[in-house]
């Protein structure tokens, strides 16, 4: 393992998020805080409880997927791309360093940044709600392995896109409404029995309810399926990033 390359590319895309710290991290923070307002407050004061919480502390785990997901995907995604974009990803190809250990650099930074940001939207969601967390370790699991999946995801796409807007065509078009749409700010039970069913094909549902079932011990599917699913996504993420740098895909050509 060469560690000196893998910290080489870690340290330089963490120096690149401190140097755009307003649009990296100001920014999902107060969008975020808006949710509150808007969802917490607003809808939430029409709203009892959801599954014997109160609507502002169960949107909650839901916020942090959403904003963890997006920041992964996107900054993983950017991180890949430059160097393809300016031409230095020859550099890394011809250095001493093996496909994983470029991974593990650029993977490894966009998951830092996710879950710093993840950690630090938790701890303003206190001062919009008051609530406890069930299962401090297992959400922090949770996230952890969400942040690297998603990151996995956005290092796909860094390298299959051929420009700027198709990098940001995933993020936007599926990886945001499938959040949406995967039960963040409501539970999947609210739904009518054909919709629970279609909600069931939704990936993005077994990693929402298991986050969700860290912080009130109650999930709209079991937990070992969140787990399963989160292992079956980082492992076919794995094994795309392998096959396109053993076949050179859009990466040599």
């Excluded at 990936?203 to 109650?218: D, E, H, N, Q, T």
């Excluded at 794995?238 to 040599?252: D, P």
Aim: one cysteine or more.
């Amino acid at each position: 393992m060469n560690y000196r390359a893998v910290r080489a590319i870690y340290i330089f895309e963490m120096s690149r998020f401190f140097r755009t710290i307003t649009q990296s991290f100001v920014s999902p923070v107060l969008s975020t805080s808006l949710y509150f307002v808007v969802f917490g407050t607003a809808i939430g004061s029409r709203i009892d409880t959801v599954e014997g919480v109160s609507y502002g502390a169960f949107i909650v785990p839901g916020l942090i997927m959403l904003s963890v997901m997006t920041q992964a995907t996107a900054n993983a995604s950017f991180g890949i791309y430059f160097p393809k974009f300016l031409g230095t990803i020859y550099e890394l190809l011809s250095a001493p360093i093996s496909f994983f250990e470029i991974v593990l650099g650029y993977v490894g930074a966009a998951a830092t940044k996710a879950l710093f940001i993840g950690v630090v939207i938790l701890l303003t969601s206190f001062f919009f709600v008051d609530m406890q967390i069930a299962h401090p370790l297992a959400m922090l699991a949770f996230l952890i392995m969400t942040c690297v999946s998603f990151s996995l995801l956005g290092f796909i796409i860094g390298i299959w896109a051929k420009s700027f807007e198709q990098l940001q065509l995933v993020p936007l078009l599926v990886i945001t409404p499938l959040v949406f749409l995967g039960g963040s700010f409501y539970s999947v039970s609210m739904l009518p029995p054909v919709w629970q069913t279609i909600t069931l094909f939704n990936p993005v549902l077994y990693l929402i309810s298991g986050f969700r079932w860290s912080f009130f011990g109650a999930a709209d599917v079991p937990v070992g399926i969140s787990l399963l699913a989160i292992a079956l996504f980082t492992g076919g993420c794995l094994a795309v990033i392998g096959w396109m740098f053993k076949s050179g895909y859009r990466i040599k050509s």
